[in-house]
């Protein structure tokens, strides 16, 4: 199989248009022979379930024609990881082009290890899901350049930078917006065998820390031991020079760090709420402190985007100031555009992207395919160990064809939760095997949004004469995904085999 990959040079472009085409006939197939499937949610008013029928719709037919046509640009205007992606570049630009980037990296790395190095960058990508999928358009080009400036190949930083990114995307130590509402989900789904359950936010913690931890092992072996001797060669134009900062440098740096701390500062106190004048980015038409900070309506996180933009803008800015990189208007201006220079192949790609996403969406497929897995998981007899990895299996294909996790859930749950509780799992339980079956298969489907920006930076470190297929970049993800399943499993089965505690107040039986 990994032969056969191997051959398959296609142009990432030309390969979305392929899965557009071969999606949009599937869905005609699939329509035709009517597949379908039913999934249950929760009235949490009656505790009881609603039935839901989900069917293939077909998009091979004038309509599905007139819909495709139709969205394709109001779709990519709004396709989220192109804008976060251009506006991002703007601040990363300026840090770049000044010259904050280089300094302050290499005065950071020049001394440590290139495993301490990547070690810290896998911890640093895996906590980043806090953020959401900021993540991926800060990490993953900045991981480029930590690798690029560490003198090592630049390829590498990217591929192990995603691998954590999505390999880690359902471990948080803090609550974020996704967990808060599958959290919300789980209690829903509870209610019908237990209407008074609970669940403290804290019930996550202690298997997060040791998931995260071990996740960042693992991924540093495989990126040091495995990924290093695969991905493709990266040449240095330039001979190694011996680094040492000069006094406009330094200043530069202070200069940088005391405006970012001020800002930062300033953004903090507007996000704690009861101080005089404070919490000004918050969404007080929410309850609990996180759906203030998190909920959609939240200046925090509407705004969250632009406020690290001009986070990047203030540090390579006032760099520029203090070492005198920038020294007018002109030179600002400048820096402003300098990442965005050769995106035209980036902005067709994701738009390409875009529409597959797109009619991928319409289609229903990833729906069905998920509310199928579940009745799967509905019928069988399996008790323990086998019902858990079962389980596993089922969320980690689901989540190829259908990676958002609350779509995903919202479907799963409401059988899911009940099946488990049944079996002596609790719901505590039940949502940390979803969101750790999620991490194993998120970095290896195209369906991902945030894939797309994964592709367009392995094409602009490339340097070969061809553009690295999308079926490579693939199989870079693969012993990650692999290493996660086993890990994450294993995990799983010794924390329900001994009883340990998940978290403060949550066991992982009933």
């Not at 249950?40 to 719709?57: A, K, P, R």
């Not at 069905?368 to 299996?393: D, H, R, Y």
């Not at 340097?463 to 999308?470: A, H, L, V």
């Amino acid at each position: 199989m990994g032969k056969l990959i191997e051959k398959i040079k296609i142009h990432p472009i030309m390969t979305f248009m392929v899965f557009i085409i071969a999606t949009i006939v599937l869905s005609g197939l699939l329509s035709l022979f009517g597949l379908e499937a039913t999934y249950n949610t929760v009235d949490t008013v009656t505790n009881s379930y609603n039935q839901t029928l989900v069917t293939v719709e077909s998009l091979f037919s004038l309509r599905g024609l007139k819909y495709i046509f139709s969205s394709t640009v109001a779709n990519f205007a709004a396709f989220t990881p192109l804008n976060m992606l251009i506006i991002i570049l703007i601040g990363i630009g300026i840090m770049e082009k000044s010259g904050f980037l280089k300094t302050a990296i290499t005065s950071l790395t020049q001394s440590a290890q290139k495993r301490t190095v990547t070690f810290v960058l896998a911890i640093i990508c895996i906590i980043s899901s806090i953020i959401g999928d900021l993540s991926y358009v800060v990490m993953i080009p900045i991981s480029a350049l930590i690798f690029y400036y560490g003198r090592r190949n630049p390829l590498l930083g990217i591929v192990s930078s995603f691998a954590s990114l999505t390999c880690g995307t359902g471990l948080s130590i803090f609550l974020t917006s996704i967990d808060s509402s599958l959290l919300t989900t789980t209690m829903n789904s509870a209610s019908i065998l237990d209407p008074n359950y609970t669940i403290n936010i804290f019930a996550f913690i202690l298997i997060m820390i040791v998931a995260i931890i071990t996740l960042a092992f693992v991924i540093t072996a495989i990126t040091e031991r495995i990924s290093i001797y695969r991905v493709e060669r990266y040449e240095f134009k330039e001979e190694k020079k011996e680094f040492k900062l000069s006094k406009k440098e330094i200043r530069g740096l202070v200069f940088a760090l005391s405006a970012g701390v001020i800002y930062l500062l300033i953004f903090i106190y507007n996000i704690i709420p009861g101080l005089p004048f404070s919490g000004n980015l918050l969404d007080y038409s929410q309850s609990y402190y996180l759906d203030k900070l998190f909920s959609y309506n939240s200046f925090f996180s509407q705004g969250f985007v632009f406020i690290i933009t001009m986070l990047f803008v203030i540090l390579g800015l006032f760099y520029g100031i203090g070492a005198k990189t920038i020294k007018n208007n002109y030179d600002l201006c400048d820096t402003l555009g300098h990442s965005l220079d050769d995106i035209g192949n980036t902005i067709v790609l994701i738009f390409m992207a875009s529409v597959f996403i797109n009619v991928f969406k319409k289609t229903n497929m990833g729906v069905v395919f998920s509310a199928l897995l579940t009745n799967l998981i509905a019928v069988s007899s399996f008790k323990g160990i086998p019902l858990i990895i079962l389980t596993f299996i089922c969320v980690a294909i689901a989540t190829a064809f259908l990676p958002n996790a609350t779509s995903k859930y919202s479907v799963m749950a409401g059988s899911l939760v009940p099946i488990l509780m049944n079996a002596g799992i609790s719901p505590e339980m039940s949502q940390v095997i979803f969101r750790f079956a999620e991490c194993v298969t998120y970095g290896l489907t195209p369906v991902m949004a945030y894939f797309v920006i994964y592709l367009a930076f392995i094409e602009k470190y490339n340097q070969g004469d061809r553009p690295i297929s999308i079926f490579k970049t693939i199989k870079y993800q693969m012993p990650y995904a692999l290493a996660t399943g086993a890990v994450l499993l294993l995990i799983i089965i010794v924390w329900y085999v001994v009883g340990l505690p998940l978290g403060i107040n949550a066991l992982p039986t009933i």
